[in-house]
């Protein structure tokens, strides 16, 4: 029997490599997007327009993870069997910006997710996933950080994130429900948005690298993280929803380097020189930084069979490979104009 799945932020870096995957495994897959004025399926256009997708296993939904009514309504008439909550206001700078907005569709958006799903548990079982994030533990009180470190959230999308992290687990409690966090370490990729500071190192980097611009403005390069590639970790994702119990899991690669050494690997695949292009702006300092992240996947890897496969310098190759060919399309628009 076809499985069924409901995605929501489809059509975010997560969304896609994920939807992907569960095409790959024959399911049926559903994603929520959001109306805009302008599209933005961008991520997912190469298996939405694919004729053995679209309209038959691959169906994208109007909706907005806000409005709580409206997704219990499209989950009851979907009655998918797995259901990945990936939507949120997921920028950790913006959250401070928009504290309320970050709350109610990260943090309410995952209790309307859950609610959903428990209605539709009087009829058939579904699993849930929720993305969890390493931003929970904030000004951190154990290194590494595993599912039994405290949280000490450090911005109001962690917050957000630590309330949809404990209804989860209240759901899973109360309701007898299969629901699980996935607390996910930073994970990258060419998909990546342009504003998360990995991306804008390989996009400012080749751009550079070309003669495009002269200038990479950074915040804080001190900041480690502990980054991954997001295909190795949606792989996680299914896995957590195959498990015969639903357990909450830290997907991690256990290593952790700073912003600067990050952009250090990027600029020298380009054969440049860092310090000649990098500088300091304080606009992209957070009110509260968070300096250490570093994940300990034991769990997962024990219970699962999961572990990170992309080192960072083969992830920086291959954002560093995509957005060099960005860089190049847009040297010939640009020649092509004057």
């Known amino acids: 029997m076809t499985k069924s799945a409901l995605i929501t932020g489809i059509t975010g870096q997560d969304g896609s490599y994920l939807a992907e995957l569960l095409l790959e495994k024959g399911y049926t897959v559903h994603g929520l997007v959001r109306r805009a004025s302008t599209f933005t399926t961008g991520r997912i256009n190469h298996i939405y327009s694919d004729p053995h997708n679209a309209g038959t296993r691959l169906f994208l939904h109007y909706g907005d993870l806000t409005d709580g009514q409206s997704l219990t309504n499209l989950v009851l008439d979907l009655e998918p069997d797995e259901i990945y909550n990936l939507g949120a206001q997921s920028h950790v700078r913006v959250s401070f910006d928009q504290p309320a907005y970050t709350f109610q569709a990260t943090g309410g958006g995952a209790l309307n997710v859950l609610e959903a799903a428990r209605q539709l548990n009087k009829k058939k079982q579904v699993r849930v996933y929720q993305a969890s994030s390493s931003e929970m533990y904030g000004e951190v009180l154990e290194t590494p950080q595993s599912e039994k470190t405290p949280f000490q959230p450090q911005s109001p999308y962690a917050c957000a994130k630590v309330y949809a992290f404990h209804q989860t687990v209240n759901y899973r409690k109360s309701y007898d429900m299969f629901a699980v966090n996935g607390i996910l370490f930073n994970h990258e990729s060419p998909r990546r948005g342009e504003t998360f500071v990995t991306r804008k190192i390989t996009r400012a980097a080749t751009r550079i690298k070309l003669g495009l611009q002269e200038k990479l403005y950074l915040g804080n390069l001190a900041a480690k993280r ?113």
């Not at 909450?248 to 380097?257: C, K, S």
């Not at 050494?261 to 500088?279: K, M, N, T, W």
């Open 226 to 338: 502990d980054w991954g590639y997001a295909k190795d970790y949606v792989e996680g994702m299914w896995r957590m929803l195959q498990h015969s119990e639903p357990d909450d899991f830290v997907l991690a690669t256990g290593r952790t380097q700073t912003v600067q050494e990050f952009a250090d690997i990027v600029f020298a695949r380009l054969g440049l020189d860092p310090a000649d292009h990098i500088e300091i702006d304080q606009r992209y300092f957070r009110p509260a930084e968070v300096d250490l992240l570093l994940g300990d996947c034991s769990k997962a890897t024990e219970k699962l069979g999961w572990k990170a496969s992309t080192t960072l310098e083969e992830l920086a190759g291959l954002m560093v490979d995509h957005d060099l060919e960005l860089a190049r399309e847009e040297s010939i628009l640009a020649a092509a104009r004057r």
